[in-house]
Nanobody, 115 residues
Framework: VQLVESGGGLVQAGGSLRLSCEAS????????MGWYRQAPGKQRELVATIKSGNSSTHYADSVKGRFTISRDNAKNTMYLQMNSLKPEDTAVYYC?????????WGQGTQITVSS
């Protein structure tokens, strides 16, 4: 499974960015996708997830009300709309996709929020 992320970059605090992650090559239906992030010196943490069947979503408390995860099943592409960005959102953001037999990670994309 290949996961190709795009949309990272540098933004000022209060600004917005949109991440995309396109999945391809899965031999089985992908049943969930998500975004995780890892800041320097910290563990990787969940940002948001979305299930394929009912599109139910889950968010980390730190991003609720600011970030929105969505998915275009026809394109096997997931998005993360990030609004009201804060310096503490600075991290490498990773796309994750999983099917019933395993999970996969993208290469990561850097988000830097300047104060």
């Amino acid at each position: 499974v290949q996961l190709v992320e795009s949309g990272g970059g540098l933004v000022q605090a209060g600004g917005s960015l949109r991440l995309s992650c396109e999945a391809s090559g899965s031999p089985f239906p992908i049943n969930a996708m998500g975004w995780y992030r890892q800041a320097p010196g910290k563990q990787r943490e969940l940002v948001a997830t979305i299930k394929s069947g009912n599109s139910s979503t889950h968010y980390a408390d730190s991003v609720k009300g600011r970030f929105t995860i969505s998915r275009d099943n026809a394109k096997n592409t997931m998005y993360l709309q990030m609004n009201s960005l804060k310096p503490e959102d600075t991290a490498v953001y990773y796309c994750m996709a999983k099917h019933q037999w395993g999970g996969y990670w993208g290469q990561g994309t850097q988000i830097t929020v300047s104060s």
